[in-house]
């Protein structure tokens, strides 16, 4: 069970909380709440979402590409922060493999809609209208972020706002690139 106390600690956008009968351990969430990816040990949730489109998409489309998994919501600051720059990340990167894919949790497509007009993703975006994909990946608040290996496993986490323009967290994504 999850300390309300460390994710109230910890910055993070609670927007959506009743997330917690399958939430992380206070250790897991200590590491990955820190200022850079923590190491992802459990197996790799899966992943089945409609596009703004309606049409499902699986992680497993993205397979031979390393991908940002992004859970975000409308009235997340530091998401409205983080996409921009993820967005920027995933263009330069693109050639090399880099996806993103950002995972809406609970908005209507009429915000989506309006967020994107505002601050437009260079990815996919997806929507977890019920919160059922943000539970199985342990999304107990926004923004989650999580790095997916070419192989499709989920290899390093993140629970708040990443600096995206500082070496360690981008230097674990070109790292993944590379290897």
């Known amino acids: 069970m999850i300390s309300r106390r460390l994710l109230l600690q910890s910055g993070l956008s609670l927007a959506a909380l009743p997330w917690y009968a399958r939430a992380a351990s206070d250790d897991a969430l200590k590491k990955a ?27 497993s489309a993205w397979r031979g590409n390393v991908v940002i998994v992004s859970f975000w919501a409308t009235s ?19 050639e090399e493999g880099l996806r993103l894919v950002a995972v809406n949790v ?12 505002k601050w437009p993703v260079a990815g996919t975006v997806l929507h977890d209208r ?20 070419r192989g499709g496993s989920v290899r390093y986490w ?6 995206w323009k500082s070496d ?3 230097g674990v994504v070109t790292a993944m690139l590379r290897a």
């Open 106 to 117: 609970g908005d209507s497509p009429a915000k989506i809609s309006t967020f994107l007009a």
């Open 33 to 59: 709440t820190g200022p850079d990816w923590a190491p992802w040990t459990a197996p790799t949730p899966s992943l089945a979402l409609p596009d703004l489109s309606g049409r499902e998409k699986k992680l």
């Open 158 to 163: 993140h629970l708040g706002q990443l600096d």
């Open 168 to 170: 360690r967290v981008g």
């Open 130 to 149: 019920n919160s059922t994909a943000s539970k199985q990946w342990d999304a107990v608040g926004l923004p989650a972020n999580y790095l997916v290996d």
């Open 76 to 94: 997340c600051e530091p998401c409205r922060d983080e996409i921009p720059i993820m967005s920027a990340m995933a263009k330069r990167h693109r």
